[in-house]
């Protein structure tokens, strides 16, 4: 689930929200509930990927959930921090205590959108799908802990786990936790991937290749708001592919979009402008981070690491490329705002003496030469430009290796073609998705796969257990090791922002725990 | 003559096979392993699911065999599934290339409709200030990016004047009023450079027609300049022009992937190049395959009209 592919990191890039931003959230959020919702209408919103898939089970692009999370509900859903959310899943309460089985109690009275009833047996066709290598599913991996799936009764399921399952609450909030109608699946066969059928607030109404995809509202759905009104409040949502930011830019003020993302160099036209109401969400995803790979010359030398990552400003980063608006990454590969964002662990920061000094240690004081894989971008390029310049500082010389983004990311971590990555990832508040990807010894992205027997074990230690408190204090443990000993260090968040008419309502309500658009409770206000 | 249209029609398949075998072999090419793509080049990569992909593309053969069954399948009219969408690429294309279709025949008439004019006038008023003018915009209308174009057009027609829609697609048989009104700026992005290129040789053929003996003795019996012109001269200088005006049919779908990409059309070009991305080879191999047919077509309909416009070419031999 980490930066599931190049698409995803692009995303990211403008994705982002937390710490600070999500205090204010929830003070707009208080006044806008003043107000009651109107009924009816079509919201048209842009965005800049075509989905790969509207099946979220099998959709590899990390833009797919622009398109899905519109139309399902999630087994165990969660708020922006990532905190399991009982009143909107389809699970009312939960069991983790126990290793070796999780325990889900249904909510009742659910149908999906062809009639189908949600209960105990659909959830164990869906996750039995999953699980079936030939369904060819994204989330497959993050669901290896199961055994087998029980239907104990009606609206009581059972995972029987193979071994602790620590993460199983964020991962139902994902892909892997979006539910398909068995009847629909079953009919429809390999055609099933772009006329999903789920239980969310809208259906799928049509798909056009490489144009749009328009939902229309589920009369039958079964939330409510916190007044008790009936979800959704909406007729219809177009969600049109406009890959072109500036593009989208320019629609939204000829009035032919009603939302859409604001690229950062836009940011400031939004800015208390009497005409738009703009949103952001901190830590969408982290914007730009030095992945290394520790087994290849000359970077197995942490000292030389650790020489690189104080040798760059971010801050001159985020002012030249990103127009002040992303955040000086303090923390690790977990962002602000998730639970376990911890910005007091030591990290190596901008510090050109401490660079200097590291060199000496690593026994190259007049520097080196260096290869770095990048892919370009807008941002990318430029700040890789800003990057060459401040090594060179220090006398380390970078030679850009430059790919397109699936190429490049395929190049540096299986491949293992250069030292250094240059690169943008996925909000993944969850920290077992990351830890287990990137720092354990198996993990995609440990390009070198170096084994550290200390990292495996607390990401073991980090799996075992649904407690928080305790989780919390292992992937600090984590950091200190992963920032310490730079096998990867970020630098900046990325910030996500939004941007919408006056009279469109709910946009305080608008990025999930991903950062991504959850467009459930949107409204327009009639003048 | 019909002897020779059988003859140019035959020639078409080694040509379309030759096209199609390279892009198979530089999709090949370019780096990065399909079926690790296809399950998205990270995490959730699998042994038993990329097994599994593999032995459904033929991915596990050796690469004329794979384009041997591709070949096999594409000649009884199925294309395969796409590898990413899993949509059948036929079908897929049928939507798709109507569209770039419709655009790039927009895109062509507006080019023409500009250059035809543009390089008479210049050729007539050779030297002079409407010759200089026009020649300034053909070279500027040559060193225009038509993405750059597009945005400022969206800008200008779209934001600021509110005339036209900034993007989109409405299918002609919708809302024929909405879809021109919908083409009209990615059209003229897309036509304004090629009508530069059609423009400057107008201008040059019709100036060395114009040059000629007959051409004077017309003159000379006391017939007016633009009757000499367009009864006498411009007919001959047409056959070059026509032969550029058919090779920018090419450009014009090369244009197109940047422009259905900006203006949000869902035809093939925007498809091909998402293709690309993917490593989606049964998308790309049928996206080229329609887009090389229709390159040759029309380079074949343009032979055949120079023997229309000129009585003296005979494909008899």
Same mark, same amino acid.
């Given at each position: 689930m980490a930066l599931r592919d190049g698409v995803r990191r692009r995303t990211l890039l403008k994705a982002s929200l937390l710490g600070a931003g999500s205090t204010v959230l929830l003070a707009r959020h208080g006044r806008a509930q003043a107000e009651k919702p109107q009924y009816g209408g079509k919201l048209r919103v842009a965005y800049q990927l075509a989905p790969g898939a509207l099946d979220p089970v099998v959709g590899r692009s990390g833009g +797919?959930?622009?398109?899905?999370?519109?139309?399902?509900?999630?087994?165990?859903?969660? !708020?922006?921090?990532?905190?399991?959310?009982?009143?909107?899943?389809?699970?009312?309460?939960?069991?983790?205590? +126990?290793?070796?089985?999780?325990?889900? *109690?249904?909510?009742?009275?659910?149908?999906?959108?062809?009639?189908?009833?949600?209960?105990?047996?659909?959830?164990?066709?869906?996750?039995?799908?999953?699980? !079936?290598?030939?369904?060819?599913?994204?989330?497959?991996?993050?669901?290896?802990?199961?055994?087998?799936?029980?239907?104990? !009764?009606?609206?009581?399921?059972?995972?029987?786990?193979?071994?602790?399952?620590?993460?199983?609450?964020?991962?139902?909030?994902?892909?892997? #936790?979006? /539910?398909?109608s068995p009847t629909a699946v079953k009919? /429809? #066969?390999?055609?099933?991937?772009?006329?999903? @059928?789920?239980?969310?607030?809208?259906?799928?109404?049509?798909?056009?290749?490489?144009?749009? @995809?328009r939902f229309v509202r589920n009369e039958k759905y079964w939330g409510r708001d916190a007044a008790g009104n009936p979800l959704p409040y909406l007729d219809e949502i177009v969600v049109n592919t406009v890959s072109d930011p500036t593009v989208q830019v320019a629609a939204l003020k000829a009035g032919e979009m009603d939302l859409i993302y604001v690229p950062y160099r836009e940011v400031g036209n939004f800015e208390n402008n009497p005409t738009y109401n703009m949103r952001k969400f901190d830590g969408g995803g982290i914007a730009l981070t030095l992945q290394y790979n520790t087994m290849k010359a000359p970077l197995d030398d942490m000292n030389l690491r650790l020489a690189v990552a104080h040798a760059i400003n971010p801050e001159a980063i985020n002012k030249a490329v990103y127009f002040g608006r992303a955040i000086i990454a303090k923390g690790g590969m977990w962002p602000t705002g998730s639970w376990a964002y911890d910005p007091t662990v030591a990290r190596p920061t901008y510090n050109v003496a401490k660079a200097r000094e590291y060199l000496k240690l690593g026994g190259k004081p007049n520097g080196f030469e260096l290869d770095? /894989?990048?892919?370009?971008?807008?941002?990318?390029?430029?700040?890789?430009?800003?990057?060459?310049?401040?090594?060179?500082?220090? #006398?380390?010389?970078?030679?850009? *290796?430059?790919?397109?983004?699936?190429?490049?990311?395929?190049?540096?971590?299986?491949?293992?073609?250069?030292?250094?990555?240059?690169?943008?990832?996925?909000?993944?508040?969850?920290? +077992?998705?990351?830890?287990?990807?990137?720092?354990?010894? +198996?993990g995609y992205y440990n390009a070198g796969k170096r084994k550290d027997d200390r990292l495996d074990a607390l990401i073991d230690a980090g799996a075992a257990t649904a407690d928080i408190a305790k989780r919390k204090a292992v992937y600090r443990q984590v950091d200190e090791i992963v920032l310490g000993e730079a096998h990867m260090v970020p630098m900046l968040y990325g910030v996500t922002y939004a941007a919408a008419p006056k009279h469109v309502m709910g946009i305080d309500e608008v990025f999930g725990w991903d950062a991504k658009m959850y467009l459930h409770r949107m409204w327009l206000k009639k003048s | 003559m019909q002897r020779y249209i059988l003859r140019r029609l035959a020639q078409l398949v080694p040509s379309l096979l030759l096209i199609t075998f390279m892009v198979f072999a530089l999709m090949h090419a370019i780096p990065g392993d399909p079926a690790r793509m296809?399950?998205?080049?990270?995490?959730?990569?699998?042994?038993?699911?990329?097994?599994?992909?593999?032995?459904?593309?033929?991915?596990?053969?050796?690469?004329?065999?794979?384009?041997?069954?591709?070949?096999?399948?594409?000649?009884?009219?199925?294309?395969?599934r796409s590898t990413a969408s899993q949509r059948r690429v036929g079908e897929e294309l049928l939507l798709r290339a109507s569209v770039t279709f419709q655009?790039?025949?927009?895109?062509?008439?507006?080019?023409?409709?500009?250059?035809?004019?543009?390089?008479?006038?210049?050729?007539?008023?050779?030297?002079?200030?409407?010759?200089?003018?026009?020649?300034?915009?053909?070279?500027?209308a040559v060193a225009l990016p038509g993405f750059w174009l597009g945005i400022m057009m969206i800008l200008l027609f779209g934001v600021t004047l509110g005339w036209l829609p900034t993007r989109g697609y409405v299918a002609l048989g919708d809302d024929p009023l909405g879809s021109l009104r919908h083409m009209i700026l990615p059209a003229v992005a897309l036509g304004i450079t090629s009508?530069?290129?059609?423009?400057?040789?107008?201008?040059?053929?019709? %100036?060395?027609? %114009?040059?000629?003996?007959?051409?004077?003795?017309?003159?000379?019996?006391?017939?007016?300049?633009?009757?000499?012109?367009?009864?006498?001269?411009?007919?001959?200088?047409? %056959?070059?022009?026509?032969?550029?005006?058919?090779?920018?049919?090419?450009?014009?779908?090369?244009?197109?992937?940047?422009?259905?990409?900006?203006?949000?059309?869902?035809?093939?070009?925007?498809?091909?190049v998402q293709a690309v991305f993917q490593r989606d080879f049964p998308v790309v191999q049928g996206c080229v395959l329609v887009m090389a047919t229709a390159v040759l077509v029309i380079n074949f309909v343009t032979d055949i009209l120079y023997a229309v416009l000129d009585p003296r070419i005979r494909y008899d031999g």
């Open positions: +797919d959930a622009y398109y899905w999370r519109q139309f399902v509900d999630q087994l165990v859903d969660a !708020d922006p921090a990532l905190n399991p959310r009982a009143s909107t899943s389809l699970a009312e309460s939960w069991d983790v205590s +126990d290793p070796k089985k999780v325990e889900l *109690k249904l909510r009742k009275g659910v149908l999906f959108h062809d009639g189908t009833p949600f209960n105990a047996e659909a959830v164990k066709f869906n996750v039995e799908r999953l699980l !079936d290598p030939a369904t060819k599913a994204t989330p497959r991996a993050a669901f290896t802990a199961v055994d087998s799936v029980t239907a104990v !009764d009606e609206h009581l399921v059972r995972f029987n786990l193979k071994r602790p399952w620590g993460s199983v609450l964020s991962t139902l909030a994902d892909r892997g #936790g979006a /539910m398909n009919a /429809m #066969g390999a055609d099933y991937i772009f006329k999903p @059928v789920s239980t969310g607030p809208f259906k799928v109404a049509e798909y056009v290749s490489g144009s749009h @995809v770095a /894989m990048l892919w370009p971008s807008e941002l990318n390029t430029p700040t890789a430009e800003i990057i060459r310049a401040q090594l060179g500082a220090i #006398g380390i010389k970078l030679n850009l *290796k430059v790919y397109e983004v699936t190429v490049a990311t395929e190049k540096f971590n299986y491949g293992q073609e250069t030292p250094i990555f240059m690169t943008s990832w996925s909000r993944y508040p969850e920290p +077992d998705w990351n830890a287990s990807l990137i720092y354990r010894s +198996d | 296809m399950l998205g080049a990270g995490e959730q990569l699998d042994a038993k699911q990329l097994e599994i992909v593999r032995r459904e593309y033929n991915l596990d053969k050796p690469l004329p065999v794979q384009y041997v069954l591709w070949l096999a399948k594409a000649a009884s009219g199925d294309l395969g655009l790039g025949l927009f895109a062509w008439l507006i080019g023409a409709a500009i250059a035809l004019p543009a390089g008479v006038i210049s050729a007539v008023y050779r030297g002079r200030w409407p010759d200089m003018l026009a020649t300034m915009a053909a070279v500027g009508s530069a290129v059609v423009m400057r040789q107008m201008r040059s053929a019709l %100036l060395e027609v %114009l040059a000629q003996d007959y051409i004077r003795t017309a003159r000379a019996k006391g017939l007016a300049r633009w009757p000499t012109v367009i009864g006498h001269a411009l007919r001959n200088a047409m %056959l070059p022009v026509i032969t550029v005006m058919g090779l920018e049919i090419g450009r014009i779908f090369a244009g197109s992937v940047v422009i259905e990409t900006l203006f949000g059309i869902p035809g093939m070009g925007r498809l091909m």
